[in-house]
């Protein structure tokens, strides 16, 4: 194992350690080193019996070490797309909500970065009826870089 991503193995254990009873719709993630590394999510939007999903919400926060790159939450469906942006690395708070309003179906939720250096990120999304009332959700990886 080369010694540089000790440190960064480390903090990726501690946190998934944290994080074990999160809620369904938060996600921790990790992204390499390479300036074009990026993770991409399918999200299903569907009613569980809460009403029928009209939008996805999300939030991103990029998490310690505080590095040069800065994270980005893209959440597209049917040829649109909103970013969530964490402008401010290492201030413990989540970019501003973003939302669209794509109905059911499957959401493309696509982390990236601004720059080289490895990143810890967590997102949360959740989906909702036109009148705000939770919608059931799932969520799988597709790519892990």
Request: charged share 25%; no cysteine.
């Given at each position: 194992m080369n010694k540089p991503y000790i440190p960064f193995l480390f903090s990726i254990l501690s946190l998934a350690l944290t994080s074990l009873d999160t809620e369904a719709h938060t996600q921790l993630g990790a992204l390499g080193a390479t300036a074009t590394a990026?993770?991409?999510y399918l999200a299903t939007c569907l009613n569980d019996g809460s009403g029928l999903p009209d939008n996805l919400v999300g939030k991103i926060i990029d998490l310690p070490p505080v590095v040069a790159a800065r994270v980005a939450?893209?959440?597209s469906k049917d040829g649109k797309s909103v970013v969530a942006r964490d402008r401010t690395d290492g201030d413990r708070k989540y970019s501003p909500e973003v939302r669209l309003k794509g109905g059911a179906g499957v959401y493309?939720?696509?982390?990236?970065?601004?720059?080289?250096?490895?990143?810890?990120?967590?997102?949360e999304f959740h989906c909702a009826t036109a009148t705000g009332v939770h919608t059931g959700?799932?969520?799988?990886?597709?790519?892990?870089?």
């Open positions: 990026t993770d991409i939450l893209t959440v493309t939720l696509t982390v990236a970065k601004s720059a080289r250096g490895q990143e810890l990120y967590r997102f959700s799932s969520i799988v990886k597709k790519q892990d870089q």
